[in-house]
């Protein structure tokens, strides 16, 4: 099993990056993906979930209206979409596999078992 993030970067405010999450060695439409982020000197929170069963989402409330997240099955790859972005949203963010195929509510580290190694994000004022 493998996660891999990328496009990670250094933006200005204001600016949008796009983050692939790139998954191998198991079903990816089995299972659902969540995004989550790791400021310096915080703890590792929950961004955004997709579902693969139903397609469900979840996402934190600090970033609606300006992330989006999707999913390319054929190429087992989740995106989040990130437009207007601030210095807050400055991160190493991860990707990680749910034990199952739907988000519901919340964002809790044991139930997901396959982690990426990350992507930093930075964004200047």
């Known amino acids: 099993v493998q996660l891999v993030e990328s496009g990670g970067g250094l933006v200005q405010a204001g600016g949008s990056l796009r983050l692939s999450c790139a998954a191998s060695g198991f079903s990816f439409d089995d299972y659902a993906i969540g995004w989550f982020r790791q400021a310096p000197g915080k703890e590792r929170e929950g961004v955004y979930c997709?579902?693969?069963?139903?397609?469900?989402?979840d996402l934190t409330d600090s970033v609606k209206g300006r992330f989006t997240i999707s999913s390319d099955i054929a190429k087992s790859t989740v995106y989040l979409q990130m437009n207007s972005l601030r210095p807050e949203d400055t991160a190493v963010y991860f990707c990680?596999?749910?034990?199952?195929?739907?988000?519901?509510?919340?964002?809790?580290?044991?139930?997901?078992?396959?982690w990426g190694q990350g992507t930093q994000v930075t964004v200047s004022s």
């Open positions: 997709i579902g693969s069963g139903d397609g469900s989402t």
């Open positions: 990680a596999k749910k034990i199952w195929d739907t988000c519901g509510r919340g964002f809790y580290e044991y139930e997901y078992d396959q």
